[in-house]
């Protein structure tokens, strides 16, 4: 499950991986109302926390590797009355649907994918969601013959009452690379050129990191944090990456080393306004990819790429990192050599940044250089963003062990238990 259930007016709210959203009573456990949403057999997947923003519980969908159109949902929390349902690709006639291919591959927009299987951000102030939206599917951009492919790969901004899109900003027209725009966003208000700006920053899977307005969704900055070779730049006036030549070699059939396959493991990142700084886990992870048909089968796989990842020989599997959002520069980085870290990362006001490995410690890094501090050996890998909060006057760290994810898991295999607890740690008086 991507993020925690949301609990609201006694109740708590999840979603079932058989496409269901339920609200059970807090105190009895008692399901109060259950809504189906799609049908699983279609290729649908409830993965998502929903989240609650101006009175309406939001929820997203799974599914983005099958034969799936995204959306994403406002219900009545009380009655489980569904609001509103926004599609992340447009029907034809609708904004954004001459991005599709509608004359030549009249039904690639009914299955093209755009899942919003992460967590959303919320400004109450501006009463805005910020959610990202999957990849295009398949891969194979010749099954919507290289177009755009909107809102695949997007970040939008919805109003939650209505779940009307006020901004969207694609991130990969016509992504060929399971990029997705998922990665859930962080909300900052930072200065800019000497004036206040309210931000979002969002530490891309494609490997740069996007500073947007917030307000209307205009480009701020856009830099790179790991090794990227399927894209020279972000073009500041128009948005759009300026790519290299590594998906034309593709579609020729070549098999070709994509840098990076994920920036970051779909994990949250951190900030701390006293700083400045943006703080992540990052992967050192090429694939080596080919595109191949892709057979369509109602539910199914649909990808139309094979690939394998794996660290290049000698080199880290990826870094803890403390970037300058607005120019990239990397302010310090440590080198994780055997296993990259698929946990979130938590920044302090005390100088500690608080996050964990799949080897099963949850450890503490010095904000100013990434140093570990300390650190605890749970049961499992902690895959997980630690969270903190005060009880009684004391602080206490809490984070989640246990293997899960796939491309986490294909790399830890069984060499951890597969756990599952709750770990907390109370922050003692000298």
């Known amino acids: 499950m991507r993020g925690p259930a949301t609990i609201y007016n006694g109740k708590l709210f999840r979603q079932a991986l058989d496409a269901h959203v339920i609200a059970l009573d807090m105190k009895t456990g008692k399901e109060i109302w259950r809504q189906k949403y799609a049908d699983f057999k279609e290729g649908y997947k409830g993965v998502i926390a929903p989240m609650i923003a101006n009175g309406v519980l939001v929820s997203g969908m799974g599914g983005g590797e099958s034969t799936?159109?995204?959306?994403?949902?406002?219900?009545?929390?009380?009655?489980?009355?569904?609001?509103?349902?926004?599609?992340?690709?447009?029907?034809?006639?609708?904004?954004?649907?001459?991005?599709?291919?509608?004359?030549?591959?009249?039904?690639?927009?009914?299955?093209?994918?755009?899942?919003?299987?992460?967590?959303?951000?919320?400004?109450?102030?501006?009463d805005l969601i910020y959610i990202g939206t999957g990849n295009a599917e398949p891969y194979n951009p010749v099954y919507r013959d290289g177009a755009d492919s909107l809102y695949t790969a997007s970040i939008l901004a919805l109003r939650p009452k209505t779940g009307e899109i006020v901004w969207y900003y694609q991130t990969i027209p016509n992504d060929t690379y399971d990029f997705d725009s998922t990665a859930e966003s962080l909300l900052a208000d930072i200065p800019v050129n000497g004036q206040p700006r309210k931000v979002l920053i969002n530490a891309h899977k494609n490997g740069f990191l996007y500073v947007l307005d917030r307000t209307n969704g205009k480009l701020i900055a856009a830099n790179p944090y790991v090794k990227v070779n399927w894209a020279s730049h972000i073009d500041m006036n128009t948005g759009r990456p300026v790519r290299t030549d590594l998906v034309e070699r593709a579609k020729k059939g070549e098999t070709v080393t994509l840098f990076p396959s994920r920036g970051t493991n779909a994990t949250l990142i951190a900030f701390n306004p006293k700083t400045g700084l943006v703080y992540l886990n990052s992967w050192n992870l090429p694939r080596l990819m080919k595109y191949v048909d892709a057979k369509f089968v109602l539910g199914g796989d649909f990808t139309g790429m094979e690939s394998t990842m794996a660290t290049p020989p000698g080199e880290p599997a990826g870094y803890h990192m403390a970037i300058e959002p607005l120019t990239g520069k990397v302010v310090w980085q440590e080198p994780m050599m055997d296993l990259a870290s698929s946990a979130g990362m938590l920044a302090t006001d005390g100088g500690l940044l608080f996050t964990g490995k799949l080897t099963g410690e949850v450890i503490a890094l010095d904000q100013d250089n990434g140093k570990t501090l300390w650190q605890f050996k749970t049961g499992s890998s902690v895959n997980a963003p630690p969270i903190t909060y005060t009880f009684k006057g004391k602080q206490y760290v809490t984070v989640l062990s246990g293997r899960g994810g796939s491309v986490a898991g294909r790399f830890v295999t069984n060499s951890v238990p597969a756990g599952g607890m709750v770990w907390t740690f109370a922050l003692m008086p000298e």
């Open 68 to 126: 799936t159109r995204g959306f994403i949902e406002g219900y009545d929390p009380e009655t489980g009355k569904r609001l509103w349902r926004t599609y992340t690709i447009p029907a034809p006639g609708e904004p954004g649907s001459e991005t599709w291919p509608h004359q030549t591959k009249p039904d690639a927009w009914k299955y093209g994918g755009g899942s919003t299987w992460q967590s959303a951000s919320y400004d109450p102030q501006l």
